[in-house]
T-cell receptor, first 113, second 109 residues
Framework: IAGITQAPTSQILAAGRRMTLRCTQD?????MYWYRQDLGLGLRLIHY???????GKGEVPDGYSVSRANTDDFPLTLASAVPSQTSVYFC????????????FGEGSRLTVL | GQNIDQPTEMTATEGAIVQINCTYQ??????LFWYQQHAGEAPTFLSY??LDGLEEKGRFSSFLSRSKGYSYLLLKELQMKDSASYLC??????????WGAGTKLIIKP
C-alpha cells in the first residue's frame, strides 16, 4: 500500500526555472492538498482540490498552480521559481474536504538559488 | 484573524508524563486535531476532538474545551521514540485546517 507518493524527494533549482512537483495517491480520496512547511511556521495551504476537476486557492497560492485531471494525481507547478519558494512541500489527501484527518506524502524539499 | 498557539519546545524525561497545550481562535469550529511529525518526516494523524472532554488512545490522550478555546495532548510513559514535533490544527467553519507552528518535544533518558 503506497498511500501518497511525491516526487522528487529533493531538488535544487535555479531562480526563474519552471518546476512541477508530482503527487499521486492510491486511496481514492476525493480531496487533495498542497502545503508548504517553513521553520517556525505552521503548515500553510497553497492549493486544494475537493474532487477531480476542481481546484481552489489556499492561504499562499501566489506563484503556484495546480491541476486535478483525475482522482489520483495532483501536481503542483512553480511557473518561475523564486528563492522565497525554498521550502518543504507536502501533498496530502483526505476522504473529503470536511475531514481533518489528512494523509501526507513524504515531502519534497525544494531549494531555489 | 485566525490563530493557534502552542509552545515552541518542551523537554521531558523518559518514562514521565508531558502535557502539550494548544489554544485557538478561529472562525468557527469543526474539530481539533493533533498530528505527530518526526524530524524529516511527514505529519501523521494522532487524535481528533469535536466534543468537550477527554479522548484516550493508548498512551496518548487529547482534551478539548470549546468554551475556552483550549486543548491539550497528554503523553504518558514517555519513550525516546516520542521525540517529535506535535502539531495542533483546527477545522474552521469553511472546513479549512488551521495549523499551529508545532511543539518540538525532546525526551531525555
Amino acid at each position: 500500500i503506497a498511500g501518497i507518493t511525491q516526487a522528487p524527494t529533493s531538488q535544487i533549482l535555479a531562480a526563474g526555472r519552471r518546476m512541477t512537483l508530482r503527487c499521486t495517491q492510491d486511496m481514492r480520496h476525493n480531496a487533495m492538498y498542497w502545503y508548504r512547511q517553513d521553520l517556525g511556521l505552521g503548515l500553510r495551504l497553497i492549493h486544494y482540490s475537493n474532487t477531480a476537476g476542481t481546484t481552489g486557492k489556499g492561504e499562499v497560492p501566489d506563484g503556484y498552480s495546480v491541476s486535478r485531471a483525475n482522482t489520483d494525481d495532483f501536481p503542483l507547478t512553480l511557473a518561475s521559481a523564486v528563492p522565497s519558494q525554498t521550502s518543504v512541500y507536502f501533498c496530502a489527501s483526505s476522504d473529503d474536504r470536511g475531514s481533518g484527518e489528512l494523509f501526507f506524502g513524504e515531502g519534497s524539499r525544494l531549494t531555489v538559488l | 484573524g485566525q490563530n493557534i498557539d502552542q509552545p515552541t519546545e518542551m523537554t521531558a524525561t523518559e518514562g514521565a508524563i508531558v502535557q502539550i497545550n494548544c489554544t485557538y481562535q478561529t472562525s468557527g469550529f469543526n474539530g481539533l486535531f493533533w498530528y505527530q511529525q518526526h524530524a524529516g518526516e511527514a505529519p501523521t494523524f494522532l487524535s481528533y476532538n469535536v466534543l468537550d472532554g477527554l479522548e484516550e488512545k493508548g498512551r496518548f490522550s487529547s482534551f478539548l474545551s470549546r468554551s475556552k478555546g483550549y486543548s491539550y495532548l497528554l503523553l504518558k510513559e514517555l519513550q525516546m521514540k516520542d521525540s517529535a514535533s506535535y502539531l495542533c490544527a483546527v477545522l474552521d467553519s469553511n472546513y479549512q485546517l488551521i495549523w499551529g507552528a508545532g511543539t518540538k518535544l525532546i525526551i531525555k533518558p
